[in-house]
């Protein structure tokens, strides 16, 4: 009876710690007032504290020496920005460094556990999203109309045609699900889903009914789905194919190349998934400026706008909001890596947007307010708030992609959630992005030391 009890209390135990990483990673989106759903994986606080006071008791400070080197290293960067300019910390980023420093916490604490359990974290959201998919089509509300991919709409009406015109054949057919807002904010998470599960089946490490569940998975997602999705999965796999090539059985491998050369086509052949790579012109003279400033800005502009034609030809068609935003954002990082070299300090980027904002007096008012905090992806963010310390971080994934030590399946899971959201991510503390990081570092050291 006792070793029933037993049973039962660890089946309760990894079903809630593996809910909590699952709120973390995938439920980023669910909120209420003040209450949002990732914040649930502060529960493992508790825990994670007991750990670290049997391992002082024990005299074992390897957790101690790590938390000491990040702190140092976090609050120094954010202070000597803080100084030299003059400002005051922002509560946005004093509270970002300390839930950094929780995550980072939890992760080492939980970093074998997870990486035990990847296979029942991907299980539980799969069926957490379609469950929330079967709820909505009951209450069901039209999503965007245009978007990268997707089915065309064909339950035309008079209303509906009425309603869009000459463009009701870009109309695709999708609906509003609870869990994530936006078709991209699945995207951003769905490639190490599929990728991972894909894997799973060609090894036939699967049962028939995760086999459905996957198999409706997919199909969900081609029909909620975005630029984010085709090409953070297009990416994931050509830089994991190339580094771990050998690693791959043949069923893999041709599964893998099929998928990429799919969204290749759908990617080239949707208009509206070719717009997200034109730059979206705009206007950069301003009276205000002295002729000299206005001349070289005159000059930057026709550069831009040569090469917003060219592209323009090559693809066919004109950019959009999105596709403004986000090369926005990669101007901004240009002019920040050169003007402030060490980064602006963590979850700054708001700053630096507001700084070249009024510095290149660029009035946009259709992209003022969008992504001044996220970046629009964590590469731009990454090298506006680290500036060339990025290059650290990105030979970590490097490093963990090519070491032939680490497990496959480690690499499926993580590497496209970080490879995606660093083309089109929404910050540190959506999608998983820095829980995410710190498992693999602190996987990468665990392998590494093993290996010394």
Same mark, same amino acid.
């Given at each position: 009876? +006792?070793?029933?009890?037993?049973?039962? %209390?660890?089946?309760?135990?990894?079903?809630?710690?593996?809910?909590? =990483?699952?709120?973390?990673?995938?439920? &980023?989106?669910?909120?209420?007032?003040? &209450?949002?759903?990732?914040?649930?994986?502060?529960?493992?606080?508790? /825990?994670?504290?007991?750990?670290?006071?049997?391992?002082?008791?024990?005299?074992?400070?390897?957790?101690?020496?790590?938390?000491?080197?990040?702190?140092? *290293?976090?609050?120094?960067?954010?202070?000597?920005?803080?100084?030299?300019?003059?400002?005051?910390?922002?509560?946005?980023?004093?509270?970002?460094?300390? !839930?950094?420093?929780?995550?980072?916490?939890?992760?080492?604490?939980?970093?074998? !556990?997870?990486?035990?359990?990847?296979?029942?974290?991907?299980?539980?959201?799969?069926?957490?999203?379609?469950?929330?998919?079967?709820?909505?089509?009951?209450?069901?509300?039209?999503?965007?109309?245009?978007?990268?991919?997707?089915? /065309?709409? $064909?339950?035309?009406?008079?209303?509906?045609?009425?309603?869009?015109?000459?463009?009701?054949?870009?109309?695709?057919?999708?609906?509003?699900?609870?869990?994530?807002?936006?078709?991209?904010?699945?995207?951003?998470?769905? /490639?190490?889903?599929?990728?991972?599960?894909?894997?799973?089946?060609?090894?036939?490490?699967?049962? =028939?009914?995760?086999?459905?569940?996957?198999?409706?998975?997919?199909?969900?997602?081609?029909?909620?789905?975005?630029?984010?999705?085709?090409?953070?999965?297009?990416?994931?796999?050509?830089?994991?194919?190339?580094?771990?090539?050998?690693?791959?059985?043949?069923?893999?491998?041709?599964?893998?190349?099929?998928?990429?050369?799919?969204?290749?086509?759908?990617?080239?052949?949707?208009?509206?998934?070719?717009?997200?790579?034109?730059?979206?012109?705009?206007?950069?003279?301003?009276?205000?400026?002295?002729?000299?400033?206005?001349? #070289?800005?005159?000059?930057?502009?026709?550069?831009?706008?040569? %090469?917003? +034609?060219?592209?323009?030809?090559?693809?066919?068609?004109?950019?959009?909001?999105?596709?403004?935003?986000?090369?926005?954002?990669? *101007?901004?990082?240009?002019?920040?890596? =050169?003007?402030? /070299? $060490?980064?602006?300090?963590?979850?700054?980027?708001?700053?630096?947007?507001?700084?070249?904002?009024?510095?290149?007096?660029?009035?946009?008012?259709?992209?003022?307010?969008?992504?001044?905090?996220?970046?629009?992806?964590?590469?731009? #963010? %990454?090298?506006?708030?680290?500036?060339? &310390?990025?290059?650290?971080?990105?030979?970590?994934?490097?490093?963990?992609? %090519?070491?032939?030590?680490?497990?496959?399946?480690?690499?499926?899971?993580?590497?496209? $959630?970080?490879?995606?959201?660093?083309?089109?991510?929404?910050?540190?503390?959506?999608?998983?992005?820095?829980?995410?990081?710190?498992?693999?570092? &602190?996987?990468?050291?665990?392998?590494?030391?093993?290996?010394?």
């Amino acid at each position: 009876m +006792n070793l029933l009890n037993s049973l039962n %209390i660890s089946k309760i135990k990894l079903f809630l710690i593996t809910f909590l =990483v699952v709120s973390f990673i995938f439920l &980023f989106d669910l909120k209420s007032e003040y &209450f949002q759903f990732r914040f649930l994986i502060l529960i493992l606080l508790i /825990p994670s504290t007991i750990k670290l006071l049997k391992d002082v008791r024990e005299k074992n400070f390897k957790f101690l020496k790590l938390f000491f080197i990040l702190f140092v *290293i976090l609050f120094f960067h954010i202070g000597l920005n803080i100084y030299y300019e003059k400002n005051q910390l922002t509560n946005y980023s004093l509270f970002g460094s300390i !839930f950094l420093i929780f995550v980072f916490t939890i992760s080492y604490y939980y970093f074998d !556990f997870i990486n035990r359990n990847i296979d029942l974290i991907n299980q539980l959201f799969i069926i957490i999203f379609l469950l929330s998919c079967v709820i909505s089509i009951f209450f069901y509300q039209p999503d965007a109309p245009y978007f990268c991919g997707g089915i /065309p709409n $064909f339950f035309y009406s008079d209303v509906f045609l009425e309603k869009y015109g000459d463009r009701v054949g870009d109309v695709r057919l999708s609906f509003k699900e609870f869990i994530f807002l936006e078709n991209s904010h699945l995207g951003m998470i769905a /490639p190490s889903v599929i990728i991972y599960s894909i894997y799973k089946v060609a090894s036939k490490e699967i049962s =028939v009914k995760k086999i459905f569940l996957l198999s409706t998975f997919i199909v969900i997602c081609f029909i909620k789905s975005s630029t984010t999705l085709y090409v953070g999965t297009i990416s994931s796999l050509i830089l994991i194919i190339l580094f771990n090539y050998k690693s791959l059985n043949q069923k893999t491998l041709i599964s893998f190349l099929i998928l990429i050369m799919l969204f290749f086509i759908t990617i080239i052949s949707n208009k509206e998934c070719r717009q997200r790579f034109v730059p979206t012109d705009y206007n950069l003279i301003n009276d205000t400026l002295t002729s000299s400033d206005n001349q #070289k800005m005159s000059e930057d502009n026709k550069i831009n706008k040569d %090469i917003s +034609n060219k592209i323009k030809t090559i693809l066919n068609t004109d950019g959009n909001l999105s596709s403004g935003i986000y090369f926005q954002a990669l *101007i901004i990082a240009k002019e920040s890596i =050169v003007e402030k /070299p $060490f980064g602006w300090g963590l979850n700054r980027y708001d700053q630096a947007f507001n700084y070249y904002q009024k510095l290149n007096h660029k009035k946009i008012d259709s992209l003022i307010s969008f992504n001044n905090k996220d970046g629009t992806n964590n590469l731009v #963010k %990454i090298v506006v708030e680290f500036g060339i &310390f990025g290059v650290l971080f990105y030979s970590l994934i490097l490093l963990f992609l %090519i070491n032939n030590n680490i497990s496959l399946e480690l690499k499926l899971f993580y590497l496209p $959630f970080i490879i995606t959201q660093s083309l089109r991510g929404a910050g540190y503390f959506n999608g998983g992005f820095v829980l995410i990081v710190f498992l693999m570092l &602190f996987t990468y050291i665990r392998v590494y030391k093993k290996n010394i």
